[in-house]
């Protein structure tokens, strides 16, 4: 299991002092069989005036930070390190009622699935569904594996990957007419594409890294997204159409959710003259850490450094 440490700091710039409102922040990792997170530290300046923390609807650790003081800036640094366990394509594997497409979820999971399954996006047209049902075969004997891969590997290698810092997500028929999009983009079109098959799949907002110098990942540099999809025999699979990636490997999960919405690192509120926002930096440094450098007796911490708060 690669040991890594990530750096994370997103900053917010003000013309003049403004009021700081709630905030809240998911940039922790979640605790699972292969990531193990084995220090955690955030730091906030300025001081917020209360910091606790909290788990969401989707089991995601989130802090929720308020202020009371005015501030031409804001500054969030969080700082992990843990191990990290990938799993590679081949060791997915499903039960034999779902190799191959399609196949009925059983009772027992069908009513935890069904928000997972539900479309978010109206597509009157068919569109999306059309272009999904182009990877099926026509002679009966699609894979599921390979279905679910062959899309992941068909938006990295048929669509543009292009930066875009502004909020939101472009629709999944966007998408499909521009050809191009960020990685929040192509996980939302995978998402509503296997939807339309009958998949349960979710929204993940995490972080990529090179697991060897011979690869290249993009999508590096900042927080990343890409797809989870429920398969019978393995759970949730992660699917990254953006680097065409089948399996966790060099991907690091922060936050699951149903919609993209439900998973932004960074959210929050202030109050000011409407032009005092001079914009957002986002920074994000993956890197294996030296064992020997590594202190057990820092499992645990989190602490915000102005204002001395520590826990477990």
């Not at 810092?165 to 996980?187: M, N, V, Y």
């Not at 960074?266 to 109050?271: A, C, D, E, K, Q």
Request: net charge neutral; with cysteine; aromatic share 10%.
């Amino acid at each position: 299991m690669p040991l890594l440490t990530i750096h994370h700091v997103t900053a917010y710039r003000y013309q003049q002092p403004v009021s700081l409102g709630e905030h809240r922040i998911m940039m922790r990792p979640r605790e699972a069989f292969d990531q193990r997170l084995l220090s955690a530290r955030l730091d906030i300046d300025p001081p917020p005036s209360e910091l606790r923390w909290l788990h969401d609807v989707f089991g995601n650790a989130v802090a929720i930070a308020l202020f009371n003081q005015r501030a031409s800036r804001l500054i969030v640094t969080s700082e992990m390190t843990l191990d990290h366990a990938p799993i590679a394509q081949r060791q997915v594997d499903v039960e034999a009622y779902a190799r191959l497409f399609p196949f009925t979820y059983s009772s027992e999971d069908m009513p935890d699935l069904l928000r997972s399954i539900e479309r978010e996006y109206h597509d009157p047209e068919r569109i999306v569904d059309n272009w999904a049902r182009g990877f099926v075969s026509n002679n009966g004997n699609t894979e599921t594996i390979a279905l679910l891969t062959q899309i992941a590997t068909g938006i990295q290698r048929e669509f543009t990957y292009v930066p875009r810092h502004e909020k939101g997500t472009q629709s999944p028929i966007e998408t499909l007419k521009k050809r191009q999009g960020t990685c929040r983009d192509f996980a939302v079109l995978m998402i509503e594409a296997v939807r339309a098959l009958g998949f349960a799949a979710r929204f993940v907002s995490g972080y990529v890294y090179n697991p060897s110098r011979s690869e290249g990942v993009v999508g590096g540099g900042n927080t990343h997204a890409w797809v989870r999809i429920f398969l019978p025999g393995s759970g949730w699979v992660e699917f990254d159409p953006t680097n065409g990636i089948i399996g966790n490997r060099g991907l690091i999960r922060v936050a699951i959710a149903r919609d993209p919405f439900q998973a932004l690192p960074m959210s929050g509120t202030w109050f000011g003259p409407p032009a005092s926002f001079l914009g957002m930096d986002v920074t994000v440094d993956v890197r294996r850490a030296d064992p020997a450098l590594f202190s057990p007796t820092d499992h645990g911490a989190i602490n915000s450094r102005a204002i001395g708060v520590s826990g477990k």
